[in-house]
């Protein structure tokens, strides 16, 4: 990389390699985004070819209508023909002595047939929903490819979230067959997955649970429901004919934090998906045969879902899966995984990246990195600091960063710049992805300047890959994306601004959405939780500063009745409902929550009042005296 005044560019040995080199690509797709895509969608198996490429009725957009393919067909088949006995997925185990397991393409091709004949078996169709709760396991690829395969819609839960948070997404969706696992590692114990799943199951349509034995602790079957993964696999037939998908079929769901106490399903359909997933990372990780993809990202996210796994496979990549955390035991294991592996391609939020520097750099210096050409960052806002010590520590100065940004929304990355283009600029997400239109606008509706901080919004065509809907509920979809600035123009919810050559920054979340080590946590879904307790009046949340993990919330109570431990009421309430990564750092008691006269909390008083900011015209608030209560508390 060669750095000019406050850019980085390629040097000319990268630029010399990669995929994408000039800046004419994002000329030829301005011109024609539709086109453009087009283009990259010849690339990859159609069984039938789209007869229109795009299609716009607000607030719906639909792309490649009238095309027919399977995902998973895309995945495995069409590799195999070239990359047989390729190794597609490394996985590493949590516990350092336990061997890791290694797929070939072709093996990785046997098990997902079989997996998906299994499911045929008992019963599953094209169109029904399956709800996948496990943890960093082999058997969560092979389950999300199967459903892909005969056509039914996974549903990934993260599998540190709570029963009841995977209650309600298994309710809203109402699938009948739930794949799980008896337990998995993380920093050393065993967490009991399946007794998670059992609490969660009761007061929903689940009928089958197929029960992957990773972790040995004990469990209990319930007979005629429960099915281990092996027996799940004992089918006839080793080949399992893909279906035949529509281009704008669902092809998975994946539930995401929203204002309102409920998650929300987020639907990406088959055509748009496929083509979006293989081309950013084709262009953006440039993933090419000899390289080795390592995203930290948890399958329950949807990194974990596009660059964990499905575009490295799509790009016939090979991936590490890695079962545990990356300071587990010690706090460089992830820079042995980068060694022992020679990992090419490093993806992490800038939370990790945090953890990682403040270890300090002797850990690094033990290692051999020298492998590594691409570094990736993802979630949240890269502050210049961190950005510079990714690049100097980790990537020795050789490797471009790629700050890339997207949202569970967008199905792939959206905005980023292109490392064998650049160039890239510390804190700086950079340029929009070729054929991507984007705006960033100020109170009025107009563009802002250059230096003026608006709403980040994208415009038609928008992108194959982006959401289709909210699961069963338009009106949520209309309402979240699609109000605020009219039916043709997509509301990101972040804010952001554009330098004088036009590269873009991303400011932060304009909404009551927090971002928890770049996981999207909502405030008022903490709200609802916290307020269920018996001892709480009303409760508000909002996200304070926190030198690792970028953000965590503060809970704020007012009691309805004494309660000496309401601490501990707070945790276990946020434990139960949602699971550990939304808890708080701080919970303060208080006599008043400052409102509107309507009755509305003002967080954003309460934000402004714990960071010492002018706190403006309080006149329109019902109880100012709210005000100077806790001015005192947090002082
Ligand atoms: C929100 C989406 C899809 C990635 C994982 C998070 C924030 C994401 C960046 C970045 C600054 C970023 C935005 C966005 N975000 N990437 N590179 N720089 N902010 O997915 O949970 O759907 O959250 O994450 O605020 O809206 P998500």
Known sequence: MIKKKNLYHPSSTFKKNAWVKSKDVYKDAEKDPVKFW??????????????????????????????????????????????????????????????????????????????????????????????????????????????????????????????????????????????????????????????????????????????????????????????????????????????????????????????????????HACGGYTVQAKYTGKWIFDIKDNDVFWSMSDIGWITGHTYSVYSPLLNGGTFVLFEGAPNWPS???????????????????????????????????????????ILG??????????????????????????????QTETGGILLSSLPGVGPAKPAFAGRPFPGIKFDILNSEGKSCKAEEKGDLVILPPFSPGMLRGVYKNPQRYKKTYWSDFGEKTYFTSDIAYKDKNSLIRIVGRSDDMIKVAGHRVSTGEIEDTVSKSSSVLECAVIGIPDEIKGEVPAVFVVLKKKENQIEKVVIEAIKKGIGPIALPKKIYTVKDLPKTRSGKIMRRILRKIFTGEELGDLSTLANPESVKELKKILK
């Open 38 to 267: 087009e283009q990259l969608a010849k690339d990859i198996h159609w069984k039938k070819k789209w007869r229109k490429a795009f299609e716009h009725k607000p607030p719906y957009f639909k792309w490649f209508l009238g095309g027919k393919l399977n995902f998973s067909e895309n995945c495995l088949d069409k590799n195999i023909e070239r990359l047989r006995n390729k190794v597609a997925l490394i996985w590493e185990p949590e516990p350092a002595d336990e061997r890791p397991r290694y797929f070939t393409y072709y093996e990785l091709y046997r098990e997902v047939n079989k997996f998906a004949n299994g499911l045929k078996k008992i019963g599953v169709k094209k169109g029904d929903r399956v709800g996948i709760y496990l943890p960093m396991v082999p058997e969560a690829v092979i389950a999300m490819l199967a459903c892909t395969r005969i056509g039914a819609i996974h549903s990934v839960v993260f599998s540190a979230y709570s029963p009841q948070a995977l209650q309600v997404r298994l309710q809203d969706t109402k699938e009948k067959v739930l794949i799980t696992a008896d337990g998995y590692y993380r920093a050393g114990n065993i967490i009991n997955l399946k007794g998670n799943a059992d609490e969660a199951v009761k007061d929903t349509k689940v009928k089958k649970m197929i029960v992957v034995k990773r972790a040995g602790n004990e469990v209990k079957m319930k007979k005629g429901r429960d099915i281990w993964w092996e027996d799940a696999m004992k089918v006839k037939d080793n080949f399992c004919k893909p279906e035949e998908m529509d281009s704008e079929d669902p092809l998975f769901i994946l539930y995401t934090s929203g204002s309102t106490g409920k998650p929300k399903g987020i639907v």
């Open 331 to 373: 706090p460089d294991r992830w820079c042995q995984i980068i060694e022992k592996y020679g990992v090419t391609i490093f993806y992490t939020a800038p939370t990790a990246i945090r953890m990682f520097q403040k270890y300090g750099d002797d850990f690094i210096k033990k290692h051999d990195l020298s492998t590594l050409r």
């Open 377 to 406: 960052s993802v979630g949240e806002p890269i502050d210049k600091g961190s950005w510079e010590w990714y690049f100097e520590k980790v990537g020795k100065k050789r490797c471009p960063i790629v700050d890339t940004w997207w």
